[in-house]
């Protein structure tokens, strides 16, 4: 791989730009790219008067509810008042949506049982669980599948 960078003085923002071979999984790239400071990437939390700092890599799932949104992690629940939609678009493309109240982080699912009750998943090293509405099972257990 080669990496090129030049200084523009009249660019007021970084411009990358990726030539790729013609068989390259353009999505898998642009997800890895996406995920390259996902380890780094923190949010802001709140839990008893106090604000904390989550690494996004530790949340397990986020669930909305009377105008704030749950922050689950293996050991604690954080709230945030940042509306679901927000924190969707700015969560690496591990974190999916599984209802309409819900999002989750793929890298941490345990595993994923559909049953007549419902779709339920369960994480790891965590007794936390969550379902899967139904519009939302396929989608998940494609992605899942996928990754392997």
Known sequence: MK???????????????????????VNELVA???????AQRRLTVRQRGQN???AVTDILFLEAADHQVMVH?????????QPLYELAANLPTTFQRISKSAILNREQIF??????????VQFQNSHKQIYVSRRYYKALREALEEKG
Do not use: C, M, W, Y
Request: net charge negative; hydrophobic share 45%.
């Open 3 to 25: 990496i090129h960078v030049v200084v523009d003085d009249s660019v007021s923002e970084p411009d990358v730009t990726i030539r790729a071979a013609a068989d390259t999984d």
């Open 32 to 38: 890895a790219l996406e995920d390259v400071g996902a």
């Open 111 to 120: 595993s994923l049982t559909k049953s007549v009750t419902g779709n339920l």
């Open 73 to 81: 992690t293996a050991l604690d629940v954080f709230t945030t008042r």
């Open 52 to 54: 904390f700092q989550v």
